[in-house]
Structures are given as C-alpha cells and as structure tokens.
C-alpha cells in the first residue's frame, strides 16, 4: 500500500475521499497552515519545504502503522484460504503448512529446518523440494502484497511489501 501525498489546505476534499478508503495519507502543511486534528492513525503531517530524510521517515512511520493494523488481519484459515484485508488466495496443502509456519513467526526468520517439518511432517524434504515450493507460495503470495525473503544460511521472513518511491504529492 502506498501514503498518498496531499497538499494541505488545498486538498481538503481529497484528503476526506482517502480517509474514507483507509488510504494513508501524509499532509504538506503550506504556508504556515493549521495542521487539521489525525482522524485517525495512517494520517500524519509535515511542513514543507521538507528534507527527504524528514519526509521518508515520515512515510515509513505510517506504513508500519499500516502493517500493524494489517498485521491482525492475516490469517490462514482450515482450507489453506490466506486471508489479508479483503484479499485472499487459496494454498495447496504443503504451501498452506508452510505458510502457517512462516505466519507463526510473522516478521522473524524461520529456519529451513522449521519450515521441512512443517511442511512434511513424516518425511524430511530435500533441499530442493524446499526451494521449489518456496517460490511458488512467493508467487502465490505476492498479489497479497506478502513476500518472503531468503535469509542466507538462517531460513526465511514473511513480511509486508511496502513501496516508498515515488514521493509526489497527488
């Protein structure tokens, strides 16, 4: 999900159309502006002009308020049915116990050795049958904005795609 930049006082309306949707936004206060009252926790604001480290740190502060309120949404349901917001994708069974193991430890790495139990708890799975079903519950995963990142010689981390490039206000 990305922070949408808005001019403020100039994009008022804007800014109530993306409350609304659960858009996080970031305000540019111009001109020694009021800044408004956050209606609610994916809001923030900053004057402007502003360096892009104050800005970028901004951003980052509102999508890991993002992720948090996400976070409690993701769940793997008894079908292998991943469910984030409204969002879902169905999982084949070894993908499904893989993906409750990584769930598990949400944002924390999971040991191969973990994820091989998991995944074939009566048989220990080589190498690379562990390779290949890991890149497709990747693919399976990344329209849910998940991915999952090869933590060399530890195992693997789940976690949220977050996208801060592109900092133009709207």
């Keep these: 999900m990305d922070v949408v930049l808005l001019r403020w006082p100039a994009e008022q309306q804007r800014r ?3 409350r609304d949707e659960a858009t996080p936004r970031l305000l540019l206060l111009e001109n020694g502006a009021v800044p408004p009252l956050a209606s609610d926790e994916i809001e923030d604001w900053i004057r402007v002009p502003a360096s892009e480290v104050d800005l970028r740190a901004r951003v980052d502060g509102l999508l890991r308020r993002v992720d948090a309120r996400v976070d409690t949404t993701l769940r793997l349901d008894e079908d292998g049915v991943l469910h984030l917001g409204d969002g879902w994708v169905s999982l084949p069974p070894v993908e499904a116990r893989l993906a ?10 999971v040991s191969r050795e973990t994820l091989g139990q ?5 048989a220990s799975p080589g190498r690379n049958t562990l390779d290949v079903h890991m890149v497709r519950l990747r693919r399976r995963l990344s329209p849910l904005a998940l991915a999952i990142h090869t933590v060399r010689s530890r195992g693997y981390l789940l976690e949220r795609i977050t996208d801060v490039a592109g900092l133009q206000p709207s």
């Design 16 to 18: 109530d159309e993306l």
């Design 100 to 109: 409750a193991a990584l769930l598990d430890c949400y944002g924390a790495v």
């Design 118 to 122: 998991a995944g074939w708890p009566a």
